[in-house]
T-cell receptor, first 110, second 114 residues
Framework: DAKTTQPPSMDCAEGRAANLPCNHS???????VYWYRQIHSQGPQYIIH???NNETNEMASLIITEDRKSSTLILPHATLRDTAVYYC???????????FGTGTSLTVIP | GAGVSQSPRYKVAKRGQDVALRCDPI?????LFWYQQALGQGPEFLTY????????KSGLPSDRFFAERPEGSVSTLKIQRTQQEDSAVYLC????????????FGPGTRLTVT
């Protein structure tokens, strides 16, 4: 599975959009991009995933560049409860495990 | 409905003791995964079951680590002769489809070896 690169930390003002970038320049054509987050002392929580089209659900939007070498997770109106470590993961459909890396620690500031 | 549950939530073991960590996956989920998360790091894969079959154990760090899922539901991760470097949070996840869908994680068991 392709490796991903994320900034180690980011801040975002409460109520503003949080845009979390991820680079996955070696992604293969059949690999999906997944986003999970982990709030302190909890297990990781699924947010969203996509292959090449942009995706949106009740939690977030996922924007994948046309060349699929990078993506951005957007939390449209960040709240204090969105403070967490966000992991960007790429995985092939036949893959079983997720490679989490170290993620981005997002702090939402009041 | 109920999510993935793990027990105990916290375990303190003296070096050399054996420990057993339990995972109850979401009912009906075919696949079950164990991960190890060291402090400040992301989770790292240990092993994967599809029903009762252990299809991948490539992440188990040594032969002191053993996992089982005899009836295809509850799973136990056993660590024999614990060492200090085994101190970590052990996470269990389950998914409905065979390893390919999103995984739902439990809260983890924090193991501290003294």
């Amino acid at each position: 599975d392709a490796k991903t690169t994320q900034p180690p930390s980011m801040d975002c003002a409460e109520g503003r959009a949080a845009n979390l970038p991820c680079n996955h320049s070696t992604i293969s054509g059949n690999e999906y991009v997944y986003w999970y987050r982990q709030i302190h002392s909890q297990g990781p929580q699924y947010i969203i995933h996509g292959l090449k089209n942009n995706e949106t659900n009740e939690m977030a939007s996922l924007i994948i560049t046309e060349d699929r070498k990078s993506s951005t997770l957007i939390l449209p109106h960040a709240t204090l409860r969105d403070t967490a470590v966000y992991y960007c993961i790429v995985r092939a459909p036949t893959g079983n495990q997720f490679y989490f890396g170290t993620g981005t620690s997002l702090t939402v500031i009041p | 409905g109920a999510g993935v549950s793990q027990s105990p939530r916290y375990k303190v073991a003296k070096r050399g003791q054996d420990v057993a960590l339990r995972c109850d996956p979401i009912s009906g989920h075919v696949s079950l995964f164990w991960y190890q998360q060291a402090l400040g790091q992301g989770p790292e894969f240990l092993t994967y079951f599809q029903n009762e079959a252990q299809l991948d154990k490539s992440g188990l760090p040594s032969d002191r680590f053993f996992a089982e899922r005899p009836e295809g539901s509850v799973s136990t991760l056993k660590i024999q002769r614990t060492q200090q470097e085994d101190s970590a949070v052990y996470l269990c996840a389950s998914s409905f489809v065979g390893g390919q869908g999103e995984q739902y994680f439990g809260p983890g068991t924090r193991l501290t070896v003294t």
